[in-house]
């Protein structure tokens, strides 16, 4: 007797909606991917019970006739692929000709569609993948489907969705990301009869970022520099210090895809480098954009992962735009916060200087940095108050002895002293590493490390590397390593597991990164003891020093655990404050 049997047409297609629609956002990801790919200018959604009881999408696109219409709801039939080489290069959001039929098939459906010169539409009505009526019908151009009573006929599948609120949620999402994606297509949300939001079409990204986040995010927003290669890197990014928690607002589109991607993800990460504090995830909307035969798109059922063709390109090509982008950032910041006039400094009454560094020290590390000590911890402003001159500064005084409080044309700025402090030694004691190398120090017993076979061939190619890092690694046999020395900061560490984490943090470090960022993190603890604390009172030269230092730096506004060094208080906001301004 034969075990292996077709599987009939109806249930084929709800194993492929199984794949495809996992809950009622991913019913409207799908539809709303097919009116934008119908070249709609206006999408309209709507939704009841979280879209459980109704998901209703209608655009304003080119339309089908009826032989599409019908044929639409036939497994893998579409317009947008001919030949294995269209797949290859698809340009298009959707392309496999499973959403439909898969939707029809666990719902009760309604289609209805007409091209704009066409006298007369056409109406489908299916329930569980059977066609049950086609026929004339009198909606405007375009094309209008309706979902209802989603998993009606797979109650085990419909027993998983989560509470209304939930899927609407996720339904929200769905389309903000979608939004945008596309700009330039007007959106809308109707939820229960209620309005969620209406998004015109807009030219400007920025605009619609604003209709959908608020114009305070908007406002921390810096817009990628562009740069003239093949793989094109555009949009929004946060300022350094600008976080989440998680990457609720992390937004990536490929070729107008919203996708999620362990690369793109790695080379944000890498990009802001010590402008994130950990754990935390930086805000972006960010556009790559390359030749389609360079990315597959074909490799999820729901279509949210790619996979790059050349890796290690779109990582450095995202890197370099994230880097380039806030390094015009700090170029507008030095601008903004340009050195004092002279004279124009209060200032707090001379103290002990702060002593950076020893002679004696070891070349490129600090050995001894100490708080300068209090003698007088009174402020006495300047009896002469002149106008803060555009993009200049005056010192004001010192808040609970650790704030430094400056005033510009914009209003009032707050310098965390000892946050300022720590980026200054930590780019110091980068640049001399990277300059000079890092000293190390002799192991009393020298350890003698197997590795694998990849891990030792990388370690080989690496030597030198390796050795400027302060790291005395030499061939000791087949896949054998002998570790005679490591660079003061990190004396104490376990060997192995030392020279393990070193080879896997550089094999995922871009080809841009300088292999000495490895030992970053205990650089960024070392300054942290040494910079100047909260209580230690700086005179008015120090406080002048530190500020011309803390502008010089690649990254002045964070410290190198990614919390800012400095913020701003507009003018606009003490005046809302004080109800000077509505």
Known sequence: ?????????????????????????????????NSIDAEARSIEVMIRRGGISLIRVTDDGIGMDRDDALLCLERHAT??????????????????????????????????????????????????????????????????????????????????????????????????????????????????????????????????????????????????????????????????????????????????????????????????????????????????????????????????????????????????????????????????FRAPAAGDVPFVRPTHAIKASNDDAQPGFPIEMRAPAVTDNRFEPNEERRPVAEHQFRILGILNKLYVLMENAEGLVLVDQHAAHERILFEELRRRMEEKGVPSQRLLLPQVIELAPRDAEWIERNLATLQKMGLGVEEFGRHTFKLESLPPFLSGAEPGRLLQDVIDSLKSASNSSSPLRLGEEMIAKTVCRHAVKANDLLRQPEVEKLIRDLLECELPYCCPHGRPTMIQISLGELEKKFGRKV
């Open 1 to 33: 007797m034969s075990r292996v049997r077709l599987l009939s047409d109806t249930l084929a297609s709800q194993v492929a909606a199984g794949e495809v629609i996992e809950r009622p956002a991913s019913v409207v990801k799908e539809l709303v991917e």
């Open 79 to 336: 317009s947008k692929i001919r030949t294995a080489a269209d797949l290859v290069t698809v340009a298009t959001l959707g392309f496999r000709g499973e959403a439909l039929p898969s939707i029809a098939s666990i719902s009760r459906f309604r289609l209805t569609t007409r091209e704009k010169e066409a006298v007369a539409g056409t109406e489908v009505l299916v329930a569980g993948g059977r066609i049950e009526t086609v026929r004339d019908g009198g909606e405007a151009p375009g094309t209008q489907i309706e979902v209802r009573s989603l998993f009606y006929n797979l109650p085990a599948r419909r027993k998983f969705l989560r509470s209304e609120n939930t899927e609407t949620r996720n339904i929200e999402h769905q389309l903000n990301l979608q939004a945008i994606g596309h700009p330039d297509i007007a959106f809308s949300l109707v939820r229960d009869e209620r309005v969620v939001f209406q998004l015109p079409a807009t030219k400007a990204l920025r605009d619609r970022i604003r209709d959908l986040m608020g114009s305070e995010l908007v406002a921390r927003l810096l817009e990628v520099e562009p740069a003239k290669t093949k793989l094109r890197v555009s949009g929004f990014i946060g300022q350094a210090g600008v976080s989440r928690a998680s990457r609720a607002q992390q937004f990536v589109f490929v070729n107008g895809r919203a996708i999620e991607s362990p690369v793109i993800g790695a080379a944000l990460k890498e990009g802001y480098h010590t402008a994130l504090m950990k754990g935390q995830f930086p805000v972006t909307f960010l556009f790559v954009e390359l030749d389609p035969a360079e990315v597959d798109v074909n490799v999820h059922p729901a279509k949210r992962e790619v996979r790059f063709r050349d890796p290690a390109g779109v990582r450095e090509a995202v890197v370099a735009a994230i880097r380039r982008t806030l390094e015009s950032d700090r170029r507008s910041w030095q601008e903004q």
